[in-house]
């Protein structure tokens, strides 16, 4: 049943996520497979990814991300989130030229958040009246247009911004979901304002489970947040075809529009 209620979380996101466009695969009029091109700006993100388990190695992913790959002709790169245990998709997306550029860490907190954390005086929730300014810090540092999916995590979730001297210095997306909620992306000059945006959420969403996925390269980012209790759940590996690469600033990321 939790499968049943997160795979209805997903679609029920998808159709009112406007830069989504889903791709269906259909066998005798039933669906058995789908994937998802998220359009930001000159760039794409692919995900979900899904074929049913009961018609798998019939080649149904290979013709989705075909057709996928056919509509993002145009997009200067398009990048994708892939399971490190998952050797059929690497596989895959390998051969449709989706090179590795960056390790993940999933990391999960099951049991919710213990209140006492002194929060940060510069982080505040986003309004709608201040999208423009977010969506001008964000777009030179992930090189993605992200204005959609801003005002959809403002209307669905929550945006927490870190000011220093009325400067933004860094954002953290959160979107709760059926099973948990979703922190990320979040782009951060820095890991104390890294910090201070995750120990926020927190409080924000106390007793929830939470996850998001981190850069295995930010190990200090990766060991406060095993301070403040999550738990490494598994490796994922980006994959970009095309130009995109990620930058030099603190990046964690959601499942919601990209991934699986």
Known sequence: MEGVQEGASWA?????????????AEVENRAVGICCLNLRGDHGGVGPVAVDPSFQGYGIGRQLMSALLKRAE??????????????????????????????????FLNTGHSKGEDLCSEVTELTPKDLDAVYTYDIPRSKLDRRT??????????????RYQSQIHGFLACLPGSRSVQLGPLVAEGEREA????????????GRPCQTRVM?????????LEGLGFKLYCLNILMVR????????????????EGA
């Open 149 to 162: 999916d801003f005002a959809y995590y403002v209307q669905w979730g929550k945006v927490f911004v870190y």
């Open 74 to 107: 145009g997009l200067q790169s398009v990048r994708l989130f892939q399971e490190a245990f998952n050797p059929a998709s690497f596989s895959l997306y390998y051969s449709l030229n989706f090179m590795p550029v960056a390790d993940l860490l999933d990391v």
């Open 216 to 224: 295995a390269r930010d190990h200090l980012l990766v060991r406060t």
């Open 195 to 206: 910090v201070c945006l995750f120990q926020h959420a927190l409080e924000v969403f106390n």
């Open 242 to 257: 095309g130009s995109w690469q990620p930058g030099r600033y603190i990046e964690a990321f959601g499942r919601f529009p």
């Open 12 to 24: 029920w996101a998808l159709l009112r996520h406007g830069q989504s466009e889903p791709l269906i």
